[in-house]
């Protein structure tokens, strides 16, 4: 059982600070504030919220995550890989009350809080493996489409009401056509994206800062916003967030325990690989399930505080560590740096155009998008190259809340097929090669004539007994001599249940009617016990185990007089 000190990791990290690393957070956490207020309000606005709410969503978890995280470096916040679930969910049922959609993004972000928390205290950090890499690239990429469709009304200087990707991009051609295209609030938000893409690989220039900053200058200064009817942010409510209790309607609940739902598999997903890469960089180990519980009380505390939920961000954590960030002192300064902003200077951002906003989140959505990878995959496995397009197809036809269910479900059938018929192979004797292998990989393998060796590589379980029935008899009846001993070569074999079991008895009284022994070869130990509990052990006889193939081989040419000319014999003689 963990001590109380091992669930608040920042405390641990207090107790052991060095005073010189004071300097170096103060300064990244400064930095880091920076580039955290535009990118809060855009990922607010962007999900469908006032921009205010990107901001209590930025304050709260950096301060929890600091208290609870393993790692020392994260920072978390809104990110862009949520904007599209929380705007799925929020859109079809606010019904353009801004309120209304503050207090379910709130419900939900309790809802993805308790999901992680309850996860990792259940150790289940491992879930999110299940998710293989082409899948998650599926989805994401899914994902950054649709925030990326859903931000270029903004861009644009126009709104639509529609839902979907699909549907949205037919509404914006219309609009287009239309003329409703505000042609400065374009001008303005292209120029925003354009410094911000050009400067996305400079570690010394602030690309998101710069250009939000410009555009915010250039607004205010020559007064777009009145003169050409620019969108802007205008002044922010002054204070810090309040406790709230997000009450939602009977009718939103289901809705939104999948969209919390969702949201905390793609946000732990997204965390724990970003939390392990810089635990490796740093040399350190970070525990996957006390991931899970930092995240989930940063979510559930920005719920209860007027925020929405947040994952790890990808672009503003290597921002913190060229800063020279060494804990996460770094985000509690950043936090305090965005609070005093709240309570001494609301008005500073009145002028930022919501063309601004709609650049940094298309931009952030754009580095979602996986391509080069994606090219690598159909190389070397087109089958899971289309599974990628499988699911970022399903994300952007039926939308981020089915599709992320469809890579779920993709998940999960792919991982059972691995299962349900895994690869088996008969054996046998290839000159010039050490051991027993498989006889479709070398043609010309010698078999023991009266023996068939036959090897199954997976665990046997009841999704695949019956099939491991089936190819243990195809291997006897296809064997070019009447068959006197089968042995089962089970090291790949890490499991067995009473289902397989079960099969197994009846198999080896089936082959028994043949006059065929059944025989188990470098069996595991934990799957020999269970053998022995399931009664299988006795039926088949203590003699039918051998700890490795050779041995089991030379017990069968000992007892049946057969000639065997063994090619390794010859070579060591």
């Known amino acids: 059982m963990k001590r109380s000190i091992d669930w608040l990791p920042g405390v641990r990290t207090l107790r052991q600070y060095e005073a010189a690393w004071l300097p170096h957070d103060i300064f990244a956490g400064i930095v880091l504030a920076t580039m955290l207020v535009p990118v809060g309000i855009a990922y607010a606005v962007a999900s469908g919220l006032p921009g205010i709410y990107g901001l209590y969503a930025t304050i709260v978890p950096l301060l ?3 208290l609870f ?5 994260l920072v978390l916040g809104p990110d862009s890989a949520l904007v599209g679930i929380i705007l799925g969910v929020v859109t079809p049922l606010a019904g353009g009350d801004p309120l209304r959609a503050a207090t379910l993004a709130g419900m939900m972000a309790i809802v993805s809080g308790t999901v992680c928390i309850l996860a990792g205290l259940a150790r289940l950090g491992f879930v999110t493996e299940l998710l293989s890499k082409p899948i998650r690239y599926g989805y994401m990429n899914g994902i950054a489409l649709t925030v990326l469709i859903s931000q270029l009304p903004t861009l644009l200087g126009f709104s639509i009401e529609s839902e979907g990707p699909l549907r949205s991009l037919w509404a914006i051609g219309g609009a ?3 003329g409703r295209t505000n042609w400065v609030a374009f001008a303005v938000g292209l120029a925003t994206l354009l410094v911000i893409l050009l400067l996305k690989d400079s570690k010394r220039l602030p690309g998101i800062l710069i250009a939000v900053v410009g555009a915010t200058v250039v607004v205010g200064v020559l007064d777009l916003g009145a003169a050409y009817g620019l969108k802007v942010v205008g002044p922010l409510p002054q204070g810090l967030p309040g406790f709230v209790f997000p009450s939602i309607s009977y009718g939103d609940v289901v809705p939104v325990l999948i969209g919390g739902s969702a949201i905390a598999l793609v946000s732990f997903a997204d965390t724990s690989v970003l939390s392990r890469a810089y635990a490796a960089r740093l040399g350190a180990r970070v525990d996957p399930n006390q991931e899970l519980v930092g995240l989930g009380a940063a979510n559930l505390a920005t719920g209860f505080f007027q ?5 790890s961000s990808s ?3 290597p921002v913190a560590e060229a800063a020279g960030a060494r804990t996460q002192l770094t985000s509690v300064v950043g936090a305090l740096a965005i609070a005093a902003l709240l309570l001494v200077a609301p008005n500073l951002l009145r002028h930022l155009p919501s063309a601004a906003l709609a650049a940094v989140v298309i931009a952030a959505a754009i580095g979602l998008i996986e391509i080069a990878d994606l090219k690598r995959i159909y190389r070397i496995q087109r089958w899971e190259f289309w599974l990628a397009i499988v699911c970022f197809v399903g994300v952007a036809v039926l939308g981020v809340i089915p599709g992320i269910g469809l890579a ?6 792919e991982f059972l097929w691995d299962g349900w018929r895994p690869h088996s192979a008969v054996l046998g004797r290839a000159d010039g090669v050490k051991g027993y292998h498989d006889i479709k990989r ?3 393998a010698r078999r023991i004539p009266g023996l068939v060796l036959f090897r199954w590589d997976a665990p046997l379980f009841f999704a695949n007994a019956e099939f491991f029935r089936e190819r243990v008899l195809d291997a006897v009846e296809s064997s070019p001599t009447p068959v006197r001993w089968l042995v089962i070569a089970a090291e790949p074999v890490t499991s067995v249940d009473v289902t397989a079991c079960d099969v197994v008895a009846e198999l080896d009284q089936a082959l028994h009617a043949q006059g065929v022994e059944l025989c188990f070869a470098e069996l595991k130990d934990p799957v020999k016990d269970k053998l022995k509990r399931f009664g299988l052990f006795a039926q088949l006889g203590e003699n039918y185990f051998f700890p490795t193939i050779g041995v089991a081989v030379s017990r069968y040419l000992e007892i049946s007089n057969v000639k065997w000319d063994d090619w390794e014999d ?3 003689g």
């Open 64 to 66: 929890v995550y600091a």
């Open 69 to 73: 995280g393993p790692s020392r470096i």
């Open 176 to 178: 287009i056509l239309d």
């Open 307 to 311: 925020g929405f939920s947040i994952s």
């Open 315 to 317: 672009s503003r954590t």
């Open 408 to 413: 779920i479900a993709i998940a999960i059938i």
């Open 442 to 444: 070398y043609p010309d």
């Open 570 to 572: 010859r070579t060591e």
